[in-house]
């Protein structure tokens, strides 16, 4: 009686998103690679690179999306889990640079070289096999995630204290990657990366791949997420979020709850870091500032808390406007206009763009008197969370 | 560990000598109350009496200093917590309503039915006839049946009342803990809720605690008055408010 728990996932909107971003996954690379330079269709690599950033961008806010949005998690320190899933790919394409570095030291990267070090340090055994580093993009914030989330939510460190302390952790990571001896190249990160699985990183064609691959990974990043939010246990993480003692009191261990959304969101930002690093070529400890995190947080409130599309929406819109700001004249003013538009969506559109919309919509529907307004409202399954909160 | 050898006592419910006192303010003072299978007891008493916090400490919400509460005779509930204790079936309407405001009437009662709560039954849960059935029969009992697909925040304050009693029965526990149902409620909605909570005591054993003494009254069980957190009275209704005492501190001359 009930639809499989995929099939349940796809609404009509989910759908419209996942073929959109599909489209230009496949239409932008097309367009890049085989179209003459300098025809008015021909989409410049230095664009497929910048957009295949935005497309990253929106894989990590739609995992904040997911424990925000559905679990009332606020984390701002979403940006470490971020940076350790780049910084696990950056480290796979340093062993792959091998005696083609400054130094041409063929095991040690150059950083290390120039520290004097004469072997590699441990951690960074196994990172010249990919299936190994990929491996590490999910484990290692992951493992992260469970372990700080399991102190956390069993101590029941909730609201703002969690908040506080998600950026303790991103701040206390950013110190730790300045330092030289830590192991990961300091100040200067990691960065002349040369080869990705034995094609060269600067090429077109490699970019237009990693392009499509980021896109294929907001895409199933996107299906995991609806999947979880439209199964039984989106209910319960939208109890947790709306009365947190109450679904105790139904016997529901909800740290156990915060636990999985929390690590699996943590994965998810540090899928869209790997996929970051390649494409902007560098990955340093400034990924784990603060206000990257922050920044990230309001990408999801612009797009609309809570509604998954949204949050993939408003990191394009916002890292748009940003692109298109500093590189102009207005370039010293872009933090108070990002501050601006974050007081003015709080002020005019405290549900976000697509949340906004959404109610819009149904409003717009019940008017017009469509028997199925009700069920359009409950096929979402879910209010809009409280702007309040 | 908290299971013990034989059962202490018959009572579903037992506390004994509990002290509870938060920053040197005894809210708790030797309570002893003993509730028995399949019995409703009504709780009353002045605001401040310790009726909420009892609650609280039967539910694991409120860890008392000093006592001992024994659920169905041998487990200990002082060392359990919240949802260990709503899974051996004690379950809490609370005294403001608590339904999950965003969500509709007949999803607020599939997540109160006492079904497989892990993560992973959850996620991937597929809903089953018997289920949607008990569903069905819940939202008839609180009559709520053409309210079932509105959001529980867009209710009326008595209808998240009966959500809140209909999630009870949803969860089906042994006990049921009822803070203040009648609050607010009109004169028929009140007397309606006094023949659902008898109803439902055919077979669970409650614990309700009102202000509304025709609401008390019509119930006709028996009658615990707490005072400064301790009980001040027991008895039937008719001996409780012709109490001196109870009179003094609680209904007034």
């Known amino acids: 009686m009930t639809p499989h728990i995929l099939t349940r996932s796809l609404d009509r909107a989910a759908t419209a998103f996942i073929l959109i971003v599909a489209a230009v996954g496949v239409l932008i690379p097309l367009s890049n690679l085989l179209l003459p330079q300098g025809s008015m269709f021909q989409v410049p690599t230095y664009l497929v690179a910048l957009w295949g950033k935005y497309v990253c961008y929106a894989i990590l806010a739609l995992s904040i999306d997911l424990i925000w949005g559905y679990c009332g998690i606020l984390s701002l320190g979403h940006g470490a889990f971020f940076a350790l899933g780049g910084y696990a790919m950056g480290m796979y394409l340093m062993r792959q640079i091998g005696s083609r570095g400054v130094y041409g030291n063929p095991i040690l990267p150059d950083f290390m070289v120039?520290?004097?070090?004469?072997?590699?340090?441990?951690?960074?055994?196994?990172?010249?096999k990919f299936a190994f580093a990929a491996l590490m993009v999910l484990l290692v914030p992951g493992l992260l995630a469970f372990?700080?989330?399991?102190?956390?939510?069993?101590?029941?460190?909730?609201?703002?204290?969690?908040?506080?302390?998600?950026?303790?952790?991103?701040?206390?990571?950013?110190?730790?990657?300045?330092?030289?001896?830590?192991?990961?190249?300091?100040?200067?990160?990691?960065?002349?990366f040369k080869d990705i699985l034995g094609f060269n990183v600067q090429a077109e064609?490699?970019?237009?791949?990693?392009?499509?691959?980021?896109?294929?990974?907001?895409?199933?990043?996107?299906?995991?997420?609806?999947?979880?939010?439209?199964?039984?246990?989106?209910?319960?993480?939208?109890?947790?979020?709306?009365?947190?003692?109450?679904?105790?009191f139904l016997g529901y261990r909800v740290e156990s709850y915060k636990l999985f959304v929390f690590t699996l969101s943590a994965c998810m930002a540090g899928v869209a870091g790997a996929l970051y690093v390649p494409q902007v070529g560098i990955i340093n400890p400034s990924e784990f500032a603060p206000a990257n995190s922050i920044e990230a947080v309001i990408w999801v409130a612009v797009g609309g808390r809570g509604t998954l599309i949204g949050a993939a929406l408003g990191a394009v819109v916002v890292n748009y406007a940003k692109?298109?700001?500093?590189?102009?004249?207005?370039?010293?003013?872009?933090?108070?206009?990002?501050?601006?538009?974050?007081?003015?969506?709080?002020?005019?559109?405290?549900?976000?763009?697509?949340?906004?919309?959404?109610?819009?919509?149904?409003?717009?529907?019940?008017?017009n008197g469509s028997p199925d307004a009700d069920s359009a409202a409950r096929e979402d399954g879910v209010g809009a969370p409280n702007p309040a909160e | 560990?908290?299971?013990?050898?034989?059962?202490?006592?018959?009572?579903?419910?037992?506390?004994?000598?509990?002290?509870?006192?938060?920053?040197?303010?005894?809210?708790?003072?030797?309570?002893?109350?003993?509730?028995?299978?399949?019995?409703?007891?009504?709780?009353?008493?002045?605001?401040?009496?310790?009726?909420?916090?009892?609650?609280?400490?039967i539910t694991g919400k409120t860890k008392p200093d000093e006592g001992t509460v024994l659920f169905d005779g041998t487990v200990d509930l002082t060392?359990?917590?919240?949802?260990?204790?709503?899974?051996?079936?004690?379950?809490?309407?609370?005294?403001?309503?608590?339904?999950?405001?965003?969500?509709?009437?007949?999803?607020?009662?599939?997540?109160?039915?006492?079904?497989?709560?892990?993560?992973?039954?959850?996620?991937?849960?597929?809903?089953?006839?018997?289920?949607?059935?008990?569903?069905?029969?819940v939202l008839?009992?609180?009559?709520?049946?053409?309210?079932?697909?509105?959001?529980?925040?867009?209710?009326?304050?008595?209808?998240?009342?009966?959500?809140?009693?209909?999630?009870?029965?949803?969860?089906?526990?042994?006990?049921?803990?009822?803070?203040?149902?009648?609050?607010?409620?009109?004169?028929?909605?009140?007397?309606?809720?006094?023949?659902?909570?008898?109803?439902?005591?055919?077979?669970?054993?409650?614990?309700?605690?009102?202000?509304?003494?025709?609401?008390?009254?019509?119930?006709?069980?028996?009658?615990?008055?707490?005072?400064?957190?301790?009980?001040?009275?027991?008895?039937?209704?008719?001996?409780?408010?012709?109490?001196?005492?109870?009179?003094?501190?609680?209904?007034?001359?």
């Not at chain 1, 501050?339 to 976000?352: C, E, H, S, Y």
């Not at chain 2, 006990?175 to 609050?183: G, H, K, N, Q, S």
Request: charge should be neutral.
């Open chain 2, 79 to 137: 060392r359990l917590d919240e949802t260990r204790i709503a899974e051996l079936g004690i379950g809490r309407k609370f005294q403001k309503p608590t339904v999950f405001e965003s969500q509709t009437v007949q999803d607020n009662l599939l997540l109160a039915l006492n079904v497989d709560h892990s993560v992973r039954g959850t996620l991937f849960w597929r809903g089953s006839k018997a289920e949607s059935e008990r569903i069905d029969k």
């Open chain 1, 323 to 367: 692109t298109f700001f500093t590189s102009g004249p207005l370039a010293p003013y872009w933090l108070f206009m990002l501050g601006a538009l974050f007081i003015l969506v709080t002020l005019l559109l405290p549900k976000g763009i697509v949340g906004t919309f959404n109610s819009w919509w149904e409003t717009s529907k019940a008017t």
């Open chain 1, 147 to 192: 372990c700080f989330g399991w102190l956390a939510f069993r101590s029941r460190v909730t609201g703002v204290y969690l908040s506080i302390i998600t950026q303790a952790m991103t701040y206390a990571l950013l110190l730790a990657f300045f330092r030289n001896d830590f192991g990961f190249g300091g100040n200067n990160g990691l960065t002349d």
């Open chain 2, 1 to 57: 560990m908290n299971v013990m050898d034989t059962r202490a006592t018959s009572a579903m419910l037992y506390l004994d000598g509990v002290h509870v006192s938060f920053d040197g303010f005894h809210a708790i003072n030797n309570l002893s109350l003993a509730l028995e299978p399949g019995e409703m007891r009504a709780i009353i008493g002045p605001n401040g009496a310790g009726k909420t916090t009892m609650m609280d400490i």
């Open chain 2, 140 to 253: 008839e009992t609180i009559r709520l049946t053409d309210a079932r697909n509105r959001l529980a925040g867009s209710l009326s304050h008595g209808q998240k009342q009966w959500l809140e009693i209909g999630m009870l029965l949803a969860q089906d526990p042994k006990v049921l803990l009822v803070d203040e149902p009648v609050a607010g409620m009109t004169d028929v909605e009140t007397h309606l809720t006094a023949e659902l909570l008898k109803e439902i005591n055919k077979n669970h054993t409650i614990m309700v605690v009102e202000h509304d003494m025709t609401f008390v009254r019509e119930l006709g069980v028996k009658v615990t008055c707490l005072h400064e957190g301790t009980v001040l009275a027991e008895g039937s209704i008719d001996q409780v408010s012709s109490n001196e005492r109870v009179v003094e501190v609680y209904l007034g001359r």
């Open chain 1, 114 to 128: 120039f520290l004097n070090w004469d072997k590699l340090p441990w951690y960074w055994y196994g990172f010249d």
């Open chain 1, 205 to 248: 064609g490699t970019r237009a791949a990693l392009f499509l691959l980021s896109c294929l990974a907001l895409i199933i990043g996107f299906l995991i997420c609806r999947t979880i939010v439209t199964s039984k246990l989106g209910k319960v993480l939208i109890a947790v979020r709306d009365a947190e003692s109450r679904t105790r």
